[in-house]
C-alpha cells in the first residue's frame, strides 16, 4: 500500500524558514519522482518543486532561490527546505509522486505565514 506522510508545517513569520519532509512507503523510492504541490484558500493545487531519480530538481518561478526540494534514498524521504518565506506561500503543501498505476497524494501539511 502506497502511503505518504507530510510532517513539518507550522506558523512562521515573514522571512522565517521551515523544513517539510515526505516519509514514503510501498513504493519503490530509489526509481521515483517525487513532488511538492500547494493549494491555497480558494486557489487551485499549484506545482511548487519536484526531484527525479537521478536528482535533477526542478522549480515553480515564485519559489526558485528560496525553496530547496531534496530526497534521501536511505530513508526513502523527499524534503523541501523553505526559506525567506512570504505571506503568499502560505498553503497546504502536499507530496506527491507519479507511478504507472496513477498520481498519489499525502494528505498535506498546513504552512501559515504571518506578515
Known amino acids: 500500500q502506497v502511503q505518504l506522510v507530510e510532517s513539518g508545517g507550522g506558523s512562521v513569520q515573514a522571512g522565517g524558514s521551515l523544513r517539510l519532509s515526505c516519509e514514503t512507503s510501498?513504493?519503490?523510492?530509489?526509481?521515483?519522482?517525487l513532488g511538492w504541490y500547494r493549494q491555497a484558500p480558494g486557489k487551485q493545487r499549484e506545482f511548487v518543486a519536484v526531484i527525479s531519480s537521478g536528482g535533477s530538481t526542478n522549480y515553480a518561478a515564485s519559489v526558485k532561490g528560496r525553496f530547496t526540494i531534496s530526497r534521501d534514498n536511505a530513508k526513502n524521504t523527499v524534503y523541501l527546505q523553505m526559506n525567506s518565506l512570504k505571506p503568499e506561500d502560505t498553503a497546504v503543501y502536499y507530496c506527491?509522486?507519479?507511478?504507472?498505476?496513477?498520481?498519489?497524494w499525502g494528505r498535506g501539511t498546513q504552512v501559515t505565514v504571518s506578515s
Open positions: 510501498g513504493i519503490m523510492f530509489r526509481i521515483n519522482t
Open positions: 506527491n509522486t507519479p507511478l504507472s498505476n496513477g498520481n498519489y
